[in-house]
């Protein structure tokens, strides 16, 4: 299994540009899972999908952030237009959702390295 | 949520069994406790997770006391590559939510 894997793993960009972030998940799983990762703040969930449906998006920064999952492969997160503090790792996760049993075990991505100048 | 309180740092020796202690004073019946570790700059790595009893896996073993009120992750025969951040979680299932705190620095030295 090739595990979660996202791109680009770094991105630099300036001020003011999109910036999308792409998530394959691993085959199988349901779930998805954004999160944000910065020194001062920590690991931060920004938004969670089930079975290509977003589910909970309250920690989505701003209206500048929006996510999206077309298929159960593939998903983005998008930034428009970016800022410099929106620079962190973003991590992306997937697992399984077991309909009487709650949530499988979450894994990562690597990450993608994001600095906005 | 419950919450976690582990060191903000530990040492361990290569080759010796490294102790990672977690408290969780206010875990309810139903959360288990998952650990997680995070290599510098890599994504978070899923260890091992337990409700009552004592867990072991390929790389760790978890033994949570009977009050279950603290936990402790064990890795056996630590090696430099161990060196992380270790985040002890305590999740409800079938909750999706992973509250992620500021978790332990394991240096291992050679």
């Known amino acids: 299994d090739a595990g979660v894997i996202q791109s680009p793993r770094h991105e630099v960009t300036e001020m003011g540009q999109e910036v999308t972030l792409r998530c394959k998940p691993i085959?199988?799983?349901?779930?998805l899972f954004w999160y944000r990762q910065t020194m001062m703040r920590g690991l931060e969930l920004l938004i969670y999908?089930?079975?290509?449906?977003?589910?909970?998006d309250s920690g989505m920064p701003e209206d500048r952030f929006s996510a999206k999952m077309p298929n159960a492969s593939f998903s983005t997160l998008k930034i428009q237009p970016s800022e410099p503090r929106d620079s962190a790792v973003y991590f992306c996760?997937?697992?399984?959702?077991?309909?009487?049993?709650?949530?499988?075990?979450?894994?990562f991505g690597p990450g993608t390295r994001l600095l906005v100048l | 949520d419950a919450k976690t309180t582990q060191p903000t740092s530990m040492d361990c020796a290569e080759g010796r069994a490294a102790n990672l202690p977690c408290n969780h004073s206010?875990?309810?019946?139903?959360?288990?406790v998952y650990w997680y570790r995070q290599i510098h700059s890599q994504g978070p790595q899923y260890i091992i997770h337990?409700?009552?009893?004592?867990e072991t896996n390929e790389m760790a073993s978890l033994i949570i006391t009977e009050d279950r009120k603290s936990s402790t992750l064990i890795l056996p025969h630590a090696t430099l590559r161990d060196t992380a951040v270790y985040y002890c979680?305590?999740?409800?299932?079938?909750?999706?939510?992973?509250?992620w705190g500021a978790g332990t620095k394991l240096i291992i030295k050679p």
């Open positions: 996760a997937s697992s399984y959702w077991l309909d009487a049993g709650g949530q499988e075990t979450q894994y």
């Open positions: 085959s199988g799983h349901n779930s």
């Open positions: 999908f089930n079975n290509n449906v977003p589910i909970d």
């Open positions: 206010t875990i309810s019946g139903n959360e288990y």
């Open positions: 337990g409700l009552k009893n004592n």
């Open positions: 979680i305590v999740r409800l299932l079938p909750n999706y939510q992973l509250i």
